[in-house]
DNA sequence: CTGAAAGCGCTAACAA
DNA sequence: TTGTTAGCGCTTTCAG
């Protein structure tokens, strides 16, 4: 089913049936009513192909995200909601470590989208470059440009660790224990020193640890290590959410008491996070404004390379319990 | 770039290019070679548009599903792995309650995709016929095909909802509460079902409460009507497992102890289940499985409408305790 | 093995 | 307001 079908139907010109979709206030509004008749009469649809091919416009984002962790699955579902909103698809690539991304890239471009979503900071600056270089927007999420080649947004992740480790320090922890996911992504660097930098400045001492790629095992993990290595700090600073409800899952499992052995915080503010078993203290990445930034970024003319960082809000929940001494310093 | 560029610094023809990475065995070593490198040098991609175009096969899979619900984020992740190891794409398409599904599937038709997965009850037979009728392969995943119009893919609901209620009747329980997501449903009209039918003919008494379309929300509620009406079961079924874990927290969080006041059940096999904290005992969708059988019978040239059920596995947790009665009957 | 040519279904001048 | 026309970049006969 064609327009040329619904055009001999209505007895019009193929054109007059495209323009009826495309653009219906060029259309007499009876002519308009005799071709949506015909075309509703026979589904007619038409062909979004035809219409990239030509407009040079496929209404098509691409997204390219890791396929591991819970965070990512939260910033899907309101991206997806927001580009249909805006009468946008999203086609999704994934991939996880040992992958193409090479590859991904060229499905990615093969398919004319308008706009790349890139989500992940394995993907390197020559990568990236590849996907500006041919003409397509880019914005990164949730970790800074590659190299001020695209627009990103990023959440404030300097102050919102800033804060967390504040409120340790407040309320009277003095051993700390971060645990990264992975070490070299900006965003993990960004908040571990972030973290680290504030402990220092009040005196806290802290150490850094980092176990392998899968978030919630990795905080099952450190956890793990922490109990077996016997010396327990009195908090531990997750670099995610997922993390974070790994540790506290660990340690609960060996039979400690988060927050009074040990208090645990988290980042990102993931839907989980708020479930009655956690009620973790974190700091929420305000997701739904995140996404709106990128999907105003991605319909602009002309990208520029400016960092978008939104500001987060601190969350109390009930993994940080005071710490009362007999005698400091 | 398109081909003609490549075809002209390569000295070539256009059909030779375009040969070159369509169907490179009909081309000749030295021919491709010197094409190939023609074509790396301008990092030229073909157009997947103009392929869809003449050739009738996009490499798309639409997926429609629910905005909502952990399961489905869980399906999604290894859908769009396994679709991309088969060459294919993911177009995503969401909704929630109010939104236009008819709408919906004129876009996924737009876009000349290769295949449909439906993902939700919430398609009334009249739209799923409006996919078929195009032509376009559908298959239903964990739910029930339309009126026979497609095939599906779904786990044994029955077997499942009896194994865990026969698990409930061994362990001693006397009075279950079955919380439902969305009674209309099919899959929770068949859970709810085997559920109740296996516990009558023990004589387990048996109670049905449904609240809300969130999992999640759904489960904390109906806990909190549970404890709010006093009379407590001694264990409460979920039709899902983010229902279930939902339920779990709301009763902990009323101060209440799962599995020692009362017990807890769950449906799908979602990571979070296996999260320390809930451990839930639940009946495990083998959901890579059903995902390998939906991409094959997307793949299969005639599509029938077979059921294809899929045999899950029963996991102990640790939300289910043994009841010990002074005296029965 | 390679080239010429037609056309997939649509948009966008341009003409009428 | 509507029709005519010329492609968008590719696949695919059909010749050579």
């Known amino acids: 089913m064609t327009s040329h079908d619904v055009a001999s139907a209505a007895g019009v010109s193929q054109a007059t049936v495209a323009r009826t979709f495309s653009s219906p206030d060029l259309v007499a509004p009876a002519t308009k009513l005799r071709v949506e008749e015909a075309a509703a009469l026979r589904a007619y649809i038409p062909n979004a192909m035809a219409r990239t091919l030509k407009s040079q416009r496929s209404r098509i984002i691409g997204v390219v995200v890791p396929s591991q962790g819970e965070y990512y699955q939260h910033v899907l579902t309101e991206l997806t909601r927001q580009l249909s909103a805006a009468g946008q698809q999203l086609l999704m690539f994934t991939f996880s470590g040992a992958d193409d991304i090479d590859g991904v890239i060229t499905s990615v471009l093969s398919y004319q989208v308008d706009g790349v979503m890139l989500a992940s900071s394995a993907i390197s600056i ?5 996907i500006v270089s041919s003409e397509v927007h880019v914005v990164s999420f949730n970790q800074p440009a590659a190299a001020g080649l695209s627009p990103s947004v990023v959440p404030d992740n300097a102050a919102g660790m800033r804060k967390l480790a504040e409120y340790l320090v407040a309320t009277g922890h003095r051993s700390v224990v971060f645990v990264g996911g992975v070490a070299t992504a900006p965003t993990d660097k960004l908040r571990h020193q972030s973290a680290t930098r504030t402990l220092d400045e009040h005196g806290v001492s802290s150490r850094y640890i980092e176990v392998g790629a899968h978030p919630y095992a990795a905080g099952l993990d450190a956890a793990a290590h922490l109990v077996s290595k016997g010396r327990l700090p009195d908090a531990v600073m997750g670099a995610s959410d997922e993390i974070a409800l790994g540790v506290i899952d660990g340690l609960r499992g060996a039979g400690l008491s988060v927050p009074d052995d040990v208090s645990v915080t988290g980042f990102d503010g993931i ?11 974190t700091y929420s990445q305000p997701v739904a404004e995140m996404v709106r930034h990128t999907v ?21 929940g009930k993994t940080v319990s005071k710490r009362e001494r007999i005698a400091d310093a």
Do not use: H, I, M, N
């Open 126 to 130: 020559q990568q990236t470059q590849r």
């Open 271 to 281: 839907p989980q996070a708020e479930w009655g078993a956690y009620d973790l203290t």
């Open 296 to 316: 105003d970024l991605l319909a602009q003319d002309t990208l520029g390379s400016d960092e978008v960082v939104v500001r987060g809000t601190f969350r109390q």
